[in-house]
Nanobody, 122 residues
Framework: QVQLVETGGGLVQTGASLTLSCAVS????????VAWFRQAPGKERAFVAG???????LYGDFVKGRFTINKDNAKNTVYLQLNNLNSEDTAVYYC????????????????WGQGTLVTVSS
């Protein structure tokens, strides 16, 4: 019954910004952990950012301050602000939800969205 729908991806040029949205239904982000992962062709699914039910945030090492995760509990939506994008950021970005704490391991997340594609041209 839990659904996560990602939107906001697209084709942008190097240096551009995008805001991704994860709309959650069937569960509340105010009480659960939500994270963004990304997966490029031939690569493992990598942790990008996570936010706990109390608002604690964690980021993958490659983020280097360029991305920001936040949420709107009233809208039951989690956002990922992507800034200063480069070609290495090209990937399908997925939203995930779990009922406990944030983990970096993608296999420990139960609920996933369909993904939204971010393509950054060189």
């Amino acid at each position: 019954q839990v659904q996560l729908v990602e939107t906001g991806g697209g084709l942008v040029q190097t240096g551009a910004s995008l805001t991704l949205s994860c709309a959650v239904s069937g569960h509340s982000v105010n009480g659960n952990a939500v994270a963004w992962f990304r997966q490029a062709p031939g690569k493992e699914r990598a942790f990008v950012a996570g936010i706990s039910y109390i608002g604690q945030t964690l980021y993958g090492d490659f983020v280097k301050g360029r991305f920001t995760i936040n949420k709107d509990n009233a809208k039951n939506t989690v956002y990922l602000q992507l800034n200063n994008l480069n070609s290495e950021d090209t990937a399908v970005y997925y939203c995930a939800l779990r009922g406990g704490v944030i983990y970096f391991d993608a296999t420990l997340w139960e609920h996933w969205g369909q993904g939204t594609l971010v393509t950054v041209s060189s």
